[in-house]
């Protein structure tokens, strides 16, 4: 069987010293993030899960992670399932969109920077979800995947994916983060957005493209400006953060208002997924 594309975005890079799989979605009821995380360096390992439901807003960590050094094997047959602990889902995925790939050729291939990804946008997922012994429904409700890998997290950076908009089949995300250069105490600033509404998608890299964050977790502000003239604003506004540690911060139930131009195109009202890892050495 020739491997799918989004299976070929979640294959293992065994060299990475630190490597993350995750996927985030969005229900009327219940929002959750699940990390898969190989330490090489430390030879750790880690599943973390984040909930937002009527139980609760609760961050944990299983206490025995099953072992993904070559990654999450029920990611890549598009069907995760969790039966233990307080959080526990059984979940189908089908891909809505394209895998996207943002580099800067060929400074990544050279490993100037911290760390590369790769990402699917916009997921459909169904099955359901139990947080402390309430269950929730998931039926044909919006999310997304990625991986990344590299030689340690980036010195900071601003996350936001978004795919619930009434108004219209819209899907964000963007991230905006400052890197160090060949592990050195010189960094960069670094960053993409990919915007798809209905069947057209566009996709920006920072640079060339300016990506600029200013505001705090609280409210924040992005803009995007590309050579082609294309331009864009997303202002996010973020509640009931969890403490993901490593300096991170992340809510899945934050408001953002997408712009292009001049023109409001559409607003996630409680759906938008805003991160912040403030800055470390």
Same mark, same amino acid.
């Given at each position: *069987?020739?491997?799918?594309?989004?299976?070929? *975005? &979640?294959?293992?890079?065994?060299?990475?010293?630190? @490597? +993350?799989?995750?996927?985030?979605?969005?229900?009327?009821?219940?929002?959750?993030?699940? !990390?898969?995380?190989?330490?090489?360096?430390? %030879?750790?390992?880690?599943?973390?899960?984040?909930?937002?439901?009527?139980?609760?807003?609760?961050?944990?960590?299983?206490?025995?992670?099953?072992?993904?050094?070559?990654?999450?094997?029920?990611?890549?047959?598009?069907?995760?399932?969790?039966? !233990?602990?307080?959080?526990?889902?059984?979940?189908?995925? =089908?891909?809505? $969109?394209?895998?996207?790939?943002?580099? /800067?050729?060929? &400074?990544?291939? &050279?490993?100037?920077?911290?760390?590369?990804?790769? $990402?699917?946008?916009? /997921?459909?997922?169904?099955?359901?979800? @139990?947080?402390? %012994?309430?269950?929730?429904?998931?039926?044909?409700?919006?999310? *997304?995947?990625?991986?990344?890998?590299?030689?340690?997290?980036?010195?900071?950076?601003?996350?936001?994916?978004?795919?619930?908009?009434?108004?219209?089949? /819209?899907?964000? @995300?963007?991230?905006?983060?400052?890197?160090?250069?060949?592990?050195?105490?010189?960094?960069?600033?670094?960053? +993409?957005?990919?915007?798809?509404?209905?069947?057209?998608?566009?996709?920006?890299?920072?640079?060339?493209?300016?990506?600029?964050?200013?505001?705090?977790? !609280? +409210?924040?502000?992005? =803009?995007?400006?590309?050579?082609?003239?294309?331009?864009?604003?997303?202002?996010?506004?973020?509640?009931? +953060?969890?403490?993901?540690?490593?300096?991170?911060?992340?809510?899945?139930?934050?408001?953002?208002?997408?712009?292009?131009? @001049?023109?409001?195109?559409?607003?996630?009202?409680? =759906?938008?997924?805003?991160?912040?890892?403030?800055?470390? $050495?």
């Amino acid at each position: *069987m020739v491997p799918s594309a989004f299976a070929r *975005m &979640l294959t293992s890079r065994p060299s990475a010293k630190l @490597e +993350y799989w995750f996927f985030k979605l969005n229900a009327p009821k219940v929002a959750l993030l699940v !990390d898969w995380i190989v330490r090489r360096a430390a %030879g750790t390992r880690d599943l973390r899960i984040s909930i937002h439901s009527p139980a609760g807003r609760e961050v944990l960590f299983a206490p025995d992670p099953p072992d993904v050094s070559n990654g999450p094997p029920d990611l890549a047959s598009r069907h995760t399932r969790w039966a !233990d602990g307080p959080v526990r889902w059984d979940l189908a995925l =089908t891909p809505a $969109s394209p895998v996207i790939r943002p580099q /800067i050729f060929p &400074l990544e291939q &050279l490993g100037v920077f911290d760390m590369s990804l790769v $990402s699917l946008p916009d /997921i459909t997922f169904e099955g359901r979800i @139990e947080h402390r %012994g309430q269950q929730f429904e998931i039926r044909a409700d919006k999310g *997304m995947a990625s991986h990344y890998w590299g030689r340690g997290l980036p010195r900071e950076w601003w996350w936001i994916s978004a795919n619930q908009f009434p108004e219209a089949d /819209i899907a964000v @995300e963007c991230t905006f983060l400052r890197s160090h250069l060949w592990g050195s105490s010189f960094g960069v600033s670094l960053g +993409y957005f990919f915007f798809r509404n209905g069947p057209v998608a566009r996709q920006v890299i920072s640079p060339p493209a300016r990506l600029a964050v200013t505001g705090s977790p !609280d +409210y924040f502000e992005v =803009t995007v400006s590309d050579p082609s003239g294309f331009r864009a604003r997303l202002k996010c506004a973020g509640r009931e +953060y969890g403490d993901l540690g490593d300096g991170i911060v992340n809510t899945l139930v934050g408001d953002l208002d997408l712009w292009e131009g @001049e023109t409001l195109l559409a607003r996630a009202w409680g =759906t938008a997924a805003l991160e912040r890892r403030a800055s470390s $050495s």
